[in-house]
Nanobody
Framework: QVQLVESGGGLVQAGGSLRLSCTASARTLISGYAMGWFRQAPGKQREFVAK????????DYVDSVKGRFTISRDNAKNTVYLQMNSLKPEDTAVYYC?????????????WGQGTQVTVSS
């Protein structure tokens, strides 16, 4: 069982930055998993945001965050990050971390509980 815990969410003004972290339990080594970030805004379906391969050599993003968000991972710390810059009100959502065996399609076998990001205008 892969247990993931997100942190780093909060309230920020438009144009600001946040860094989300996703840490796996000590019994899980994320180095064997592709990792991803998804988000779900109120009244909307969960959508893919970013993904990264096991080694970190490849990343991909939804068009709406390209150039603003950066996904990275530190396998030694068992943690994946999502650096979010130039935040917009439309980025407001619950952000979820996911782990899985595939990079394409985006990983989605295991999920964290989510962390709320609210961007005020």
């Amino acid at each position: 069982q892969v247990q993931l815990v997100e942190s780093g969410g909060g309230l920020v003004q438009a144009g600001g930055s946040l860094r989300l972290s996703c840490t796996a339990s000590a019994r899980t080594l994320i180095s064997g998993y592709a990792m991803g970030w998804f988000r779900q805004a109120p009244g909307k379906q969960r959508e893919f945001v970013a993904k990264i391969t096991t080694s970190g050599s490849m990343t991909d993003y939804v068009d709406s965050v390209k150039g603003r968000f950066t996904i990275s991972r530190d396998n030694a710390k068992n943690t994946v990050y999502l650096q979010m810059n130039s935040l917009k009100p439309e980025d407001t959502a619950v952000y979820y971390c996911a782990a899985g065996g595939t990079y394409s399609p985006p990983p989605g076998n295991y999920w964290g509980q989510g962390t709320q990001v609210t961007v005020s205008s």
